[in-house]
């Protein structure tokens, strides 16, 4: 009965236990998908029901199946796949029409559509493509590209290949060596299939879908959705890796925009599991046509990129949470591409530090591109201001002793530290101090001088307490040994210091 939709599929499903009624299952998925197309189901309701409850489900079946390795009765292989191919038209046609729940509905079947490891695209005993063992690759390859146009429909083979061919599929498999596929293990149908949807704009509506999501109210949930089909079509191994490159690379920039700006908020738990799967999604797509590396300095720069959210804001713990993510990226920075990163073991005091639990090893970062990324995004200059909170200048003094190991920190740096800590409260100058006595170890002779020229006038023009004095006596003690001897860096100034009368008896005893 028209109404009875859940008895209707109930039957269909119960069909598929009995191969006599396969061609009949075969058949009444591709109608119900040309009644949905035409819009001569029952009632909106009915639509709902079947887009969002079944659809999904009776096309899995249908290419999941293992009754279809074997022509069914009533229906050829061949048959088989030109309905599998119009089924994939429809949803295709009838998802650019739709919008919100049923866009995102059809799209999870086109991401079953798509599917390379589907049980019905395995070669299996689809005779006409059996691996023969007397061709060479390279001629095998070439034979299954021309059988592969055979397939296509006559206004696709003028174009070529130029989605997707068999020679495409065995370069990536070359450079994936650990997997145990071949260029014969997938049915050309598949191969035709993916090149017919590429062909009548199936990959450039997905795209178009994705960037008015992006450049619209950013759904999180919807990105992902519609994202899914397309990193199926795009990972398969089958695509060639010039189209996937200007077609996603655009994307995949928009993506990390939209990314990191939606980090700056409160997720749900649900968008919290959409944005990793877009994350994932992402770098998978970028493998096809980027290498590991350059993928994970650009993961790396996002992750950097993250920590500048809070970076600046009137609120202290949001700098100290971007503090945090920035001091873990340099003691990456710092370990030798060999090192295993268990820093539980580290020596902290001249004391082992036992550790409570057992960390994870960290992979060590380039620091070039830790460099980099401070001097773009300014660092230095936006920490160590006159205003700034002095837990913030504690908790952030690694990044100039980093710069330094690297020979990165300027004069200017070196200007903004010291006037960080001048006319400041003993909390400040200390922690200002012993950073700048930790610098000296790093520094060119030139930039010590530098450095002592700029703290000598200052003391001499006020009036120092302790913490100056021992400043200045560490600076000698560091300096005067690399100087051999041709500077004094203090000596002088701790003399005088002693026999000024005008001096606290604490500060000429201490110096």
Same mark, same amino acid.
């Given at each position: 009965?028209?109404?009875?939709?859940?008895?209707?599929?109930?039957?269909?499903?119960?069909?598929?236990?009995?191969?006599?009624?396969?061609?009949?299952?075969?058949?009444?998925?591709?109608?119900?998908?040309?009644?949905?197309?035409?819009?001569?189901?029952?009632?909106?309701?009915?639509?709902?029901?079947?887009?969002?409850?079944?659809?999904?489900?009776?096309?899995?079946?249908?290419?999941?199946?293992?009754?279809?390795?074997?022509?069914?009765?009533?229906?050829?292989?061949?048959?088989?796949?030109?309905?599998?191919?119009?089924?994939?038209?429809?949803?295709?046609?009838?998802?650019?029409?739709?919008?919100?729940?049923?866009?995102?509905?059809?799209?999870?079947?086109?991401? #079953? *559509? !798509?599917? +390379?490891? =589907?049980?019905?695209?395995?070669?299996?005993?689809?005779?006409?493509? %059996?691996?023969?063992?007397?061709?060479?690759?390279?001629?095998?390859?070439?034979?299954?590209?021309?059988?592969?146009?055979?397939?296509?429909?006559?206004?696709?083979?003028?174009?070529?290949?130029?989605?997707?061919?068999?020679?495409?599929?065995?370069?990536?498999?070359?450079?994936?060596?650990?997997?145990?596929?071949?260029?014969?293990?997938?049915?050309?149908?598949?191969?035709?299939?993916?090149?017919?949807?590429?062909?009548?704009?199936?990959?450039?509506?997905?795209?178009?879908?994705?960037?008015?999501?992006?450049?619209?109210?950013?759904?999180?949930?919807?990105?992902?959705?519609?994202?899914?089909?397309?990193?199926?079509?795009?990972?398969?191994?089958?695509?060639?890796?010039?189209?996937?490159?200007?077609?996603?690379?655009?994307?995949?920039?928009?993506?990390?925009? #939209? *990314? !990191?700006? +939606?980090? =700056?908020?409160?997720?749900?738990?649900?968008?919290?599991?959409?944005? %990793?799967?877009?994350?994932?999604?992402?770098?998978?797509?970028?493998?096809?046509?980027?290498?590991?590396?350059?993928?994970?300095?650009?993961?790396?720069?996002?992750?950097?990129?993250?920590?500048?959210?809070?970076?600046?804001?009137?609120?202290?713990?949001?700098?100290?949470?971007?503090?945090?993510?920035?001091?873990?990226?340099?003691?990456?920075?710092?370990?030798?591409?060999?090192?295993?990163?268990?820093?539980?073991?580290?020596?902290?005091?001249?004391?082992?530090?036992?550790?409570?639990?057992?960390?994870?090893?960290?992979?060590?970062?380039?620091?070039?591109?830790?460099?980099?990324?401070?001097?773009?995004?300014?660092?230095?200059?936006?920490?160590?201001?006159?205003?700034?909170?002095?837990?913030?200048?504690?908790?952030?003094?690694?990044?100039?002793?980093?710069?330094?190991?690297?020979?990165?920190?300027?004069?200017?740096?070196?200007?903004?530290?010291?006037?960080?800590?001048?006319?400041?409260?003993?909390?400040?100058?200390?922690?200002?101090?012993?950073?700048?006595?930790?610098?000296?170890?790093?520094?060119?002779?030139?930039?010590?001088?530098?450095?002592?020229?700029?703290?000598?006038?200052?003391?001499?023009?006020?009036?120092?307490?302790?913490?100056?004095?021992?400043?200045?006596?560490?600076?000698?003690?560091?300096?005067?040994?690399?100087?051999?001897?041709?500077?004094?860096?203090?000596?002088?100034?701790?003399?005088?210091?002693?026999?000024?009368?005008?001096?606290?008896?604490?500060?000429?005893?201490?110096?």
């Amino acid at each position: 009965r028209p109404g009875d939709f859940t008895r209707f599929h109930k039957r269909i499903y119960t069909a598929l236990s009995d191969e006599v009624h396969v061609a009949v299952y075969v058949w009444a998925v591709l109608e119900l998908v040309q009644e949905l197309a035409a819009g001569k189901m029952v009632c909106k309701e009915e639509e709902e029901y079947f887009m969002g409850l079944h659809l999904r489900r009776l096309v899995k079946l249908l290419l999941g199946e293992a009754k279809f390795w074997r022509p069914p009765k009533g229906v050829e292989r061949p048959q088989f796949h030109a309905i599998v191919l119009e089924i994939t038209d429809l949803v295709l046609k009838e998802m650019q029409k739709r919008d919100g729940n049923a866009r995102t509905w059809l799209a999870g079947v086109l991401e #079953v *559509l !798509l599917q +390379r490891d =589907a049980y019905a695209y395995r070669l299996g005993r689809d005779e006409r493509h %059996k691996k023969s063992s007397g061709f060479k690759r390279g001629s095998l390859q070439e034979l299954l590209d021309k059988e592969l146009l055979e397939l296509l429909p006559a206004e696709e083979r003028g174009v070529g290949l130029r989605y997707c061919s068999v020679t495409a599929f065995a370069e990536r498999l070359q450079e994936k060596p650990n997997m145990r596929v071949d260029i014969t293990c997938i049915s050309l149908y598949y191969f035709r299939n993916v090149h017919h949807f590429a062909s009548v704009g199936g990959v450039h509506f997905l795209v178009e879908a994705l960037s008015a999501t992006l450049g619209g109210d950013r759904d999180l949930i919807a990105m992902a959705d519609i994202l899914s089909p397309l990193y199926i079509l795009l990972t398969c191994d089958a695509m060639v890796r010039a189209y996937v490159e200007d077609l996603f690379q655009p994307l995949a920039e928009k993506f990390f925009a #939209v *990314l !990191l700006e +939606r980090t =700056a908020d409160p997720m749900s738990k649900d968008e919290s599991a959409a944005f %990793k799967d877009i994350a994932r999604m992402v770098q998978m797509v970028m493998q096809q046509y980027l290498d590991i590396p350059t993928i994970e300095r650009r993961v790396e720069r996002f992750n950097l990129n993250v920590s500048l959210h809070g970076f600046g804001s009137e609120a202290l713990p949001k700098n100290l949470n971007s503090l945090t993510i920035m001091k873990k990226k340099i003691r990456r920075a710092q370990l030798k591409p060999d090192d295993k990163g268990h820093f539980w073991n580290r020596v902290v005091g001249g004391a082992r530090e036992e550790p409570r639990e057992r960390k994870p090893e960290e992979k060590p970062l380039d620091p070039t591109l830790l460099l980099d990324w401070m001097k773009e995004n300014r660092v230095v200059e936006r920490l160590f201001r006159p205003t700034s909170h002095p837990e913030l200048i504690r908790q952030g003094i690694d990044i100039p002793l980093f710069l330094a190991q690297q020979g990165a920190l300027s004069r200017q740096h070196l200007d903004m530290l010291w006037d960080t800590a001048v006319g400041k409260h003993e909390s400040v100058r200390n922690v200002i101090y012993s950073c700048l006595g930790k610098l000296l170890y790093d520094l060119t002779r030139a930039d010590v001088d530098y450095l002592y020229d700029k703290v000598e006038k200052t003391l001499r023009d006020s009036r120092p307490d302790e913490e100056d004095v021992k400043l200045m006596f560490n600076y000698s003690r560091i300096a005067i040994p690399r100087a051999n001897g041709q500077h004094w860096y203090g000596l002088d100034w701790l003399l005088e210091r002693t026999f000024d009368d005008a001096e606290s008896a604490k500060v000429s005893a201490l110096a």
